[in-house]
């Protein structure tokens, strides 16, 4: 699977009258609402002279709507852009899964297996594991989201450098970098420099697929396309690339429904 192609899955569509209450920026953004079937809609217009042409995108966890545009002119045109792809929009807004906040006693994925997080007193430190496989939280109750959000992206980038450096070392190579980001679009992602970029939400899946996105990236390192050679090197990696991907496929989404949010 290219996992490059999720990015259109996830929400962005490229080019091809809004309610007018707009919020002005000297940075080259603003924002307006949209109504789209029946209801309005945040949507910010943003300014990158990097962008080719006008793209609108809708966040797969948070259902914010944005619209990049390449000039100032094109910003101009960004409101009457949203419009026109109203409709594929709502059809993304649809799919944004409904969030669950990092408190106390909200269940979540780690690893694969889901567990609760439960305050505690004193322990390990701000987040552990305990025998059970929950997550205990120690402070106080306002600062349980962070801490668990600390801990999960600690744990992912732990785990996503350390199956990085192993798998790269099995193919004769080394990555520049391994970084861990909330990304949107991608699991991972590989550079032309041989920097490596993982998704922290790997984390919350099981080690199986976490596995195929490492495998994937790293083979990268060698073969920068998707040819008969990049995937034997995958597959020397790892042998359940079907499964992975089928995985990613059901269940990807819904790994964006975490926030640390109150």
């Given at each position: 699977?290219?996992l490059?192609?999720?990015?259109?899955?996830?929400?962005?569509?490229?080019?091809?009258?809004l309610?007018?209450?707009?919020?002005?920026?000297?940075?080259?953004?603003?924002?307006e609402?949209?109504?789209?079937?029946?209801?309005a809609v945040?949507?910010?217009?943003r300014?990158?002279p990097?962008?080719?042409r006008?793209?609108?995108?809708?966040h797969?966890?948070?259902?914010?709507?944005?619209?990049v545009?390449?000039?100032?002119?094109?910003?101009?045109r960004?409101?009457?852009f949203?419009?026109?792809?109203?409709?594929?929009?709502?059809?993304?807004?649809?799919?944004?899964?409904?969030?669950?906040?990092l408190?106390p006693?909200?269940?979540i994925?780690?690893?694969?297996?889901?567990?609760?997080?439960l305050?505690?007193e004193?322990?390990r430190?701000p987040?552990?594991?305990d025998?059970?496989g929950h997550?205990?939280?120690?402070?106080r109750?306002e600062?349980?989201?962070?801490?668990?959000l600390?801990f999960?992206?600690?744990?992912a980038?732990?785990?996503?450098e350390?199956?990085s450096?192993e798998f790269?070392?099995?193919?004769?190579?080394?990555?520049?970098?391994?970084?861990?980001?909330d990304t949107?679009?991608?699991?991972?992602?590989c550079?032309a420099n041989r920097?490596?970029?993982?998704?922290w939400?790997?984390?919350?899946?099981p080690a199986?697929v976490l596995?195929?996105?490492?495998a994937?990236e790293?083979?990268?390192?060698?073969?920068?396309n998707?040819?008969?050679?990049?995937?034997?090197?995958v597959r020397?990696?790892?042998?359940?690339?079907s499964?992975?991907?089928?995985?990613?496929?059901?269940?990807?989404?819904a790994?964006?429904?975490?926030?640390?949010?109150?």
């Amino acid at each position: 699977m290219d996992l490059a192609k999720r990015a259109k899955e996830a929400g962005y569509r490229s080019e091809g009258k809004l309610m007018r209450k707009s919020l002005a920026s000297r940075h080259g953004s603003r924002r307006e609402l949209l109504r789209i079937d029946g209801r309005a809609v945040e949507v910010t217009m943003r300014l990158n002279p990097r962008a080719r042409r006008l793209i609108v995108k809708v966040h797969p966890s948070t259902g914010e709507v944005t619209v990049v545009a390449p000039s100032r002119i094109s910003l101009n045109r960004a409101l009457d852009f949203a419009r026109g792809e109203a409709p594929w929009i709502a059809r993304q807004l649809a799919r944004v899964p409904e969030q669950v906040a990092l408190v106390p006693g909200a269940r979540i994925p780690f690893r694969g297996v889901e567990c609760s997080i439960l305050s505690a007193e004193t322990g390990r430190g701000p987040v552990w594991q305990d025998s059970d496989g929950h997550l205990r939280v120690s402070g106080r109750a306002e600062h349980v989201p962070r801490r668990v959000l600390d801990f999960l992206k600690r744990e992912a980038r732990k785990s996503l450098e350390a199956r990085s450096l192993e798998f790269a070392s099995r193919l004769g190579t080394r990555p520049r970098h391994v970084t861990v980001r909330d990304t949107a679009s991608r699991w991972g992602s590989c550079s032309a420099n041989r920097s490596i970029s993982y998704s922290w939400r790997l984390i919350l899946a099981p080690a199986f697929v976490l596995d195929y996105v490492v495998a994937h990236e790293t083979a990268h390192l060698l073969e920068m396309n998707h040819g008969p050679r990049f995937w034997r090197l995958v597959r020397s990696l790892t042998p359940e690339i079907s499964s992975a991907q089928s995985w990613l496929k059901e269940y990807g989404v819904a790994l964006h429904r975490y926030a640390a949010r109150d």
